[in-house]
């Protein structure tokens, strides 16, 4: 299997704005080596039914990679997607492969 190298929104906050909501900046960061992968039909059904969102991909997260990324938009396609929920992580030491997390995305934008 080989991942491949996608664009994460990383976010930094910089101040807030008149009515005290904050205001980010966004830095596309690549990661390299994410593995992009068609969702099962029971997850895309059961997500649209308890979030109301379409389940686009199902991304692998690298072993060892720190970004966050929980409502982030992520780039690859030529798209932007966004993660929903959080990454669902194993115990690393116990995945035989590179990727120790997982990730859903929708279509986003």
Known sequence: MKGMTVQLAVKTLTGTDAFGAPIYSEELVNIDDVLVGQPSS???ITTLELT???IAYTLGIPKGDTHNWVDTDVIFFGE???TIGIPMTGIQENIPLRWGSNIQVERYG
Do not use: M
């Open 52 to 54: 109301g969102k379409r």
């Open 80 to 82: 932007r997607f966004r």
């Open 42 to 44: 029971n997850d895309v």
